[in-house]
């Protein structure tokens, strides 16, 4: 699986609007862009996920950079529930590999 | 909303007992993933399992680990001399193969504690 960068922490006031980027220079054209969340003592669970097109959805959007080396997710109001680990992940549909590769993600800090 | 549900929640165990953790998938789901993180680590793959086989396994997966689905609903990691270094949270995972890849939906966890 293609390699991700992501920064190791952010923080964030409430309710304003978070932008969590992600670097993913060795993506391949088949690959998608998944993001998940970790809350503290939880699963991961699914945010978001895209190919070439911006995304949008009930919990975050998901803007693709024109040449797909970087993608950014983005939650339009902080609340203090979204405090989390949040990971960028490729996902091959031609590898024939289903798995997920996590990486160490963005610890999300949110200031009340 | 469906979900994927494990138990138990948390179990203590000696080192060297058998321990066997359970998962019902989604029920239309087709694969079946098992994944642990040991505390304040990433999270990280063990195995996949697909048509009543493993499909990937990584290195973390000896044989000291099976896994089995042992019915239409359930499926099950064995840990079956456990160590210390078990000790973790193991997350059961499931997919639904489509066109535009797969999404994977995660448990809550059962937390294994070996003492």
């Known amino acids: 699986d293609a390699k991700t960068t992501q920064p190791n922490s952010m923080e964030s006031n409430e309710e304003e609007p978070v932008h969590l980027p992600c670097n993913h220079s060795?993506?391949?054209?088949?690959?998608?862009i998944h993001w998940y969340r970790q809350l503290p003592s939880q699963g991961p669970e699914y945010v978001i996920h895209g190919l070439t097109s911006n995304v949008n959805n009930r919990m975050a959007s998901l803007a693709i950079a024109e040449d797909r080396k970087s993608s950014t997710l983005i939650l339009h109001r902080a609340t203090l529930r979204d405090a989390a680990v949040y990971y960028c992940i490729l996902r091959s549909t031609t590898s024939g590999t289903y798995k997920y590769i996590f990486g160490t993600g963005t610890r999300l800090k949110v200031l009340a | 909303e469906p979900e994927v549900t494990q138990t138990p929640s948390h179990q203590v165990t000696q080192m060297g007992q058998e321990v066997i953790l359970r998962c019902v998938p989604i029920s239309n789901h087709l694969y079946f993933y098992w994944y642990r993180q040991i505390l304040g680590q990433k999270v990280e793959f063990l195995v996949s399992?697909?048509?009543?086989?493993?499909?990937?396994k990584s290195e973390i997966f000896d044989d000291q680990f099976s896994v089995e689905r042992p019915d239409g609903s359930n499926f099950t990691l064995k840990i079956r001399s456990t160590k210390l270094e078990d000790s973790a949270m193991y997350f059961c995972a499931s997919s639904f193969i489509t066109s535009s890849g797969n999404t994977i939906y995660f448990g809550e966890g059962s937390w294994l504690t070996v003492v």
């Open positions: 060795t993506i391949s054209g088949t690959d998608y």
């Open positions: 399992f697909y048509n009543n086989e493993i499909s990937e």
